[in-house]
Each structure stands twice: as C-alpha cells, then as structure tokens.
C-alpha cells in the first residue's frame, strides 16, 4: 500500500500517522500542503494539529492549500482518505464528509482517552473490528463538536454512514459521532486519534485493526 501523509502548517500528527502506517506494512510518502500535485496512491492522510493555528474555522484555510484541490479529485476517484481530528475538520471544510465541527460544548480543551462503539464495519476502515467490543482511542480538540441537521443525520443513519460513537460523549457531537464516512465509503473524517494507539507501551493497541484493515483492502 503506497500512503501520503500530509503536512500543513501548524500539523503535529503527522509524523505518528506516518510512524504507524509504515508499522503495519504501508510504504508512506510525506506530502507539503503546496505541493501541486499528488503522487499515485493508495492512501492519503489528513494528520491531526491546528493548520493555520485555527483561524477563521478550524481546517478552513488548510481546505483551499494547492494540495486539497488533488485530494478532492482523488476522492472523487475512489482513492481512500483518511482524516484524523485537524483532518476531519478539513474534510468537512473540503465538502468530503458531511456535516461541520465547531467548538467543544464545555467550550474547553479535551485531552482523554475515551470509549467508542464501532457502529459500521461496511468499510475498508473498519472491517477487522469486532463490533461488540467497545475501543479505547484518545482524544486531543477544542472543535470536535461534530454538527449537522436532521435530514443529514438520517441520511447518515439510513445508509450506514455513522463509522464511530463515543460511549461518554465528551463534546456534545450530535447522537454521540466520532466518526463519518463519505458518500462512497471511501473516506472517513474521525475526531480520536487512533495513530496514538498502536503500542502498549503508549497505552494501547485499539487504533492497529485500522491501519491493519487498510492494509488488507489496499494492498
């Protein structure tokens, strides 16, 4: 599997995304927001930080880099993305996911580990999960208040979209979301971090059966 992680400015995921691809077997190449064009890939990356230091919205000005104009092509094409925190908030900017996050509703700085539900294993994200097993994935935002209206939120629902649930809803995301996947399932926007839960040594292993599952449908 060839992945490309990007950076933007003000990104600090990027290297620990990386770091975890290539453990699970994937051949990364690091990727600039400037650069023009991508290389062909199988995996592209949208890593967790504050691109811009979240001015105006969060993601808003990373979602008009040079770059982001390939990634929505690719996309579009069927290519996987994955985006974590800073990088589901660029999805959503970028119109690949649906729905919007703005700020935490104790308008505080969220920094735990917390518990999700698997809610879909219909994608190449999520299929090595055992839905009946809660997962353990930290969380690091101050905008992972993920929103969207009624219609959406069915939509969602009805076509199996909803990826993740937090079980303690630690920020007020609408019907507890944690994770979305795109329209054609090829994309998954995810506020957790599941890159900083790869070692046991670091506090857990929950975030391996995603990079692993990767692996297997795109190698």
Not at 132 to 142: D, K, S
Request: proline share 6%.
């Amino acid at each position: 599997m060839q992945a490309g992680v990007i950076t933007f400015p003000g990104s600090n995921c990027d290297r620990d995304v990386a770091v975890a691809l290539e453990a699970a077997g994937a051949s990364v190449k690091r990727l600039w927001h400037a650069d023009p064009e991508l290389p062909r890939l199988d995996l592209i990356v949208l890593p967790g930080g504050f691109s811009y230091g979240d001015y105006l919205r969060s993601g808003a000005i990373a979602a008009k880099a040079p770059i982001m104009r390939e990634v929505v092509h690719a996309a579009e094409a069927g290519v996987a993305v994955l985006g974590i925190c800073n990088g589901f908030q660029l999805l959503a900017e970028a119109g690949l996911v649906p729905g919007a996050l703005i700020a935490n509703a104790g308008l505080k700085f969220i920094c735990k580990e917390v518990e999700l539900d698997v809610v879909s294993v219909n994608s190449i994200f999520t299929t090595i999960y055992d839905p009946a097993r809660a997962i353990r994935i930290p969380v690091a935002h101050h905008d992972g208040n993920y929103v969207c209206d009624e219609d959406e939120l069915k939509r969602l629902k009805d076509e199996d979209r909803v990826a993740f649930r937090y079980r303690d809803n630690p920020n007020g995301s609408t019907d507890d979301i944690a994770g979305v996947l795109g329209s054609g399932r090829n994309v998954l926007g995810l506020m957790p971090h599941p890159e900083r839960s790869v070692d046991p040594r670091t506090g857990g292993t929950d975030g391996v059966p995603m990079f692993r599952a990767l692996m297997e449908a795109l190698s």
